[in-house]
């Protein structure tokens, strides 16, 4: 094979950016790009050069892998580029580098769950770390190959084979999905249903149901359906003792949940490969709005108020003054609240008349024509978009979220940082939550790069007892002429970042999952205890300590067992003669 063949079947992506290779920056992104450097204070580093497949020299796999297995498994260079990193600033910036210490030995494209599992059996038996990869969008660390030193070779799980909807219930609403579908091919496969998911993120194009299920992924719906736990029927999933399989149940009481622990899970205790999912009829029926504040304060007690109202807004995304900037949103400078409502089965002028009774209460303004409009009946092809084009301020903030991330990996070859974190408070700690957040990551990026920038926050989900924000910085290096320098920096300011918002009494990650960038964050917030009981249920499941090390969990030499003691992995990797799996 030559250096960038694949076994992949996908369209090729990018391997050091967002997206696939076919996509570009239109002339006028990149004049956005430009104007957004150019508000940055320090200046950059001159422009490096789109790395190349050939700027990279791997080293060979640590060991051989069994002829069996030789359909499946990959080793070329783009195949374990592409299976390297994530999606995050930090995985961009050291492609751009060509900084690549810990690509993976092998690449397996499973076709079937024995496939899997013979790839499972042979990485137990031969201490083999697996990093279960779906999209590859993660922005937490989530599937990189830097599992430490105790494992004879790594290897990322690529589950895009498994991309069908196998089983479709129209009783119950709800499809049998298997877990490496992408969304858009997801919602292809149920569209002929007259069904969706509606599970609509900005990695939607790239990322995969097994994925969103693993990392408790927050979807399109600000209040209510706000991730995709409530979407989530059964599950099945392939660990190195068994498949664990459960049952499909409206709702049950019978002990903890199997599911809420695979949920979350991000591949530390094995891999899912298909689950049951909730699914919705296709939206008919919208109304929307774009409303704009003279206060920040009034725009939050607003939210708050219509987050308690019962009246579940599929939309309610409230921006500040430095987040409308930011994007170019509306007029540049007022806090904007984007409302919005949907429905299959109702007209929805009730609704958005007692939101907007709530909006005037607090201050809000807004174009009444625009409303009605936004009301009027829909032809069968826009009633199925996803997500439906919005204009004005609503259309403009959603074409800036959904190519961000192209414009990043544009502002990270000249040395610039942009980046984004999340987090979830309560209402009554927000507003303290709010200013010393942006104060403590400002102080953070000005001490780290010399220059004081803006951090602006918008809300992604709002809840009846608080919000989830999301805060994003745009910074430059400090006129460093290598992106090490950059790299560094921005690890100075994640650090802060995380422990501003637990300090402050946030979560570690609403909806990026922990990965490895979140780790001490997540073991501040979740109990010692707890993360020990986790420790011994993948002992059970994943005795070996194989699956994704590192994330959530130590590697099997150092992660903590059932009573507290440190786990030991004996010959072979197996602890307590437990078997590898088994058809």
Same mark, same amino acid.
């Given at each position: 094979?030559?250096?960038?063949?694949?076994?992949?079947?996908?369209?090729?992506?990018?391997?050091?950016?967002?997206?696939?290779?076919?996509?570009?920056?239109?002339?006028?992104?990149?004049?956005?790009?430009?104007?957004?450097?150019?508000?940055?204070?320090?200046?950059?580093?001159?422009?490096?050069?789109?790395?190349?497949?050939?700027?990279?020299?791997?080293?060979?796999?640590?060991?051989?892998?069994?002829?069996?297995?030789?359909?499946?498994?990959?080793?070329?260079?783009?195949?374990?580029?592409? %299976?390297?990193?994530?999606?995050?600033?930090?995985?961009?910036?050291?492609?751009?580098?060509? %900084?690549?210490?810990?690509?993976?030995?092998?690449?397996?494209?499973?076709?079937?769950?024995?496939?899997?599992?013979?790839?499972?059996?042979?990485?137990?038996?031969?201490?083999?770390?697996?990093?279960?990869?779906?999209?590859?969008?993660?922005?937490?660390?989530?599937?990189?190959?830097?599992?430490?030193?105790?494992?004879?070779?790594?290897?990322?799980?690529?589950?895009?084979?498994?991309?069908?909807?196998?089983?479709?219930?129209?009783?119950?609403?709800?499809?049998?999905?298997?877990?490496?579908?992408?969304?858009?091919?997801?919602?292809?496969?149920?569209?002929?249903?007259?069904?969706?998911?509606?599970?609509?993120?900005?990695?939607?194009?790239?990322?995969?149901?097994?994925?969103?299920?693993?990392?408790?992924?927050?979807?399109?719906?600000?209040?209510?359906?706000?991730?995709?736990?409530?979407?989530?029927?059964?599950?099945?999933?392939?660990?190195?003792?068994?498949?664990?399989?459960?049952?499909?149940?409206?709702?049950?009481?019978?002990?903890?949940?199997?599911?809420?622990?695979?949920?979350?899970?991000?591949?530390?205790?094995?891999?899912?490969?298909?689950?049951?999912?909730?699914?919705?009829?296709?939206?008919?029926?919208?109304?929307?709005?774009?409303?704009?504040?003279?206060?920040?304060?009034?725009?939050?007690?607003?939210?708050?108020?219509?987050?308690?109202?019962?009246?579940?807004?599929?939309?309610?995304?409230?921006?500040?003054?430095?987040?409308?900037?930011?994007?170019?949103?509306?007029?540049?400078?007022?806090?904007?609240?984007?409302?919005?409502?949907?429905?299959?089965?109702?007209?929805?002028?009730?609704?958005?008349?007692?939101?907007?009774?709530?909006?005037?209460?607090?201050?809000?303004?807004?174009?009444?024509?625009?409303?009605?409009?936004?009301?009027?009946?829909?032809?069968?092809?826009?009633?199925?978009?996803?997500?439906?084009?919005?204009?004005?301020?609503?259309?403009?903030?959603?074409?800036?979220?959904?190519?961000?991330?192209?414009?990043?990996?544009?502002?990270?070859?000249?040395?610039?940082?942009?980046?984004?974190?999340?987090?979830?408070?309560?209402?009554?700690?927000?507003?303290?939550?709010?200013?010393?957040?942006?104060?403590?990551?400002?102080?953070?990026?000005?001490?780290?790069?010399? %220059?004081?920038?803006?951090?602006?926050?918008?809300?992604?989900?709002?809840?009846?007892?608080?919000?989830?924000?999301?805060?994003?910085?745009?910074?430059?290096?400090?006129?460093?002429?290598?992106?090490?320098?950059?790299?560094?920096?921005?690890?100075?300011?994640?650090?802060?970042?995380?422990?501003?918002?637990?300090?402050?009494?946030?979560?570690?990650?609403?909806?990026?999952?922990?990965?490895?960038? %979140?780790?001490?964050?997540?073991?501040?917030?979740?109990?010692?205890?707890?993360?020990?009981?986790?420790?011994?249920?993948?002992?059970?499941?994943?005795?070996?300590?194989?699956?994704?090390?590192?994330?959530?969990?130590?590697?099997?030499?150092?992660?903590?067992?059932?009573?507290?003691?440190?786990?030991?992995?004996?010959?072979?990797?197996?602890?307590?003669?437990?078997?590898?799996?088994?058809?």
């Amino acid at each position: 094979m030559t250096a960038h063949a694949t076994l992949s079947a996908r369209p090729q992506k990018r391997f050091w950016g967002w997206g696939y290779v076919h996509e570009q920056l239109s002339a006028q992104e990149h004049s956005v790009v430009q104007a957004l450097l150019a508000r940055l204070p320090g200046g950059f580093s001159a422009k490096v050069s789109e790395p190349q497949v050939e700027d990279f020299a791997l080293a060979p796999p640590r060991m051989p892998a069994p002829a069996t297995l030789a359909p499946v498994l990959s080793c070329t260079p783009y195949d374990r580029l592409v %299976h390297s990193y994530g999606k995050s600033f930090a995985d961009g910036v050291r492609m751009w580098m060509r %900084h690549v210490p810990s690509a993976p030995d092998w690449v397996a494209f499973p076709r079937n769950e024995d496939e899997l599992i013979d790839v499972l059996d042979w990485a137990h038996e031969q201490r083999v770390a697996v990093i279960p990869f779906g999209g590859g969008t993660s922005v937490v660390s989530g599937v990189e190959a830097s599992v430490g030193d105790g494992y004879r070779a790594t290897l990322s799980l690529d589950m895009e084979r498994f991309d069908r909807v196998l089983e479709v219930d129209p009783t119950s609403r709800c499809a049998r999905i298997q877990a490496g579908v992408l969304g858009p091919d997801l919602e292809a496969q149920l569209k002929p249903h007259g069904l969706t998911l509606r599970h609509y993120l900005q990695s939607f194009q790239f990322s995969t149901l097994g994925g969103w299920i693993a990392t408790r992924a927050g979807g399109h719906y600000a209040t209510q359906y706000t991730h995709i736990d409530d979407f989530v029927q059964s599950t099945r999933t392939v660990t190195p003792r068994g498949v664990v399989q459960t049952r499909r149940l409206p709702g049950s009481g019978a002990g903890p949940a199997p599911d809420r622990l695979i949920i979350g899970s991000e591949g530390t205790l094995g891999v899912i490969t298909e689950a049951w999912m909730r699914l919705q009829d296709r939206p008919t029926f919208r109304a929307s709005a774009s409303v704009r504040f003279n206060s920040y304060p009034d725009a939050v007690a607003c939210v708050r108020a219509l987050s308690q109202s019962g009246l579940q807004p599929s939309n309610c995304r409230l921006l500040d003054a430095a987040e409308v900037a930011f994007a170019g949103v509306g007029d540049r400078r007022s806090p904007t609240l984007v409302l919005a409502f949907e429905s299959a089965d109702h007209p929805l002028h009730a609704w958005m008349v007692r939101a907007l009774e709530l909006v005037a209460d607090h201050g809000g303004l807004y174009d009444h024509e625009a409303v009605q409009r936004s009301m009027a009946p829909a032809d069968a092809a826009h009633a199925t978009e996803t997500p439906q084009h919005r204009q004005g301020s609503a259309g403009d903030w959603r074409d800036a979220f959904i190519r961000m991330p192209y414009w990043r990996d544009e502002t990270t070859r000249h040395g610039a940082i942009l980046d984004t974190f999340e987090t979830a408070v309560t209402w009554d700690r927000f507003e303290a939550f709010y200013d010393g957040i942006k104060q403590d990551v400002a102080e953070a990026i000005r001490r780290v790069t010399g %220059h004081a920038v803006p951090v602006s926050c918008r809300f992604t989900h709002v809840y009846p007892d608080g919000p989830a924000t999301y805060f994003t910085f745009a910074a430059s290096s400090g006129g460093h002429t290598d992106l090490a320098s950059t790299w560094a920096q921005w690890r100075d300011i994640k650090a802060a970042c995380n422990a501003a918002v637990v300090g402050h009494g946030g979560t570690s990650t609403h909806h990026h999952a922990v990965g490895r960038d %979140h780790r001490p964050s997540y073991e501040q917030e979740v109990p010692q205890l707890m993360r020990q009981a986790l420790a011994g249920a993948k002992a059970v499941m994943d005795p070996a300590g194989i699956m994704n090390p590192g994330v959530l969990i130590d590697p099997a030499q150092h992660f903590v067992g059932i009573t507290g003691g440190t786990v030991s992995a004996g010959e072979n990797g197996d602890t307590a003669g437990w078997p590898a799996t088994t058809k």
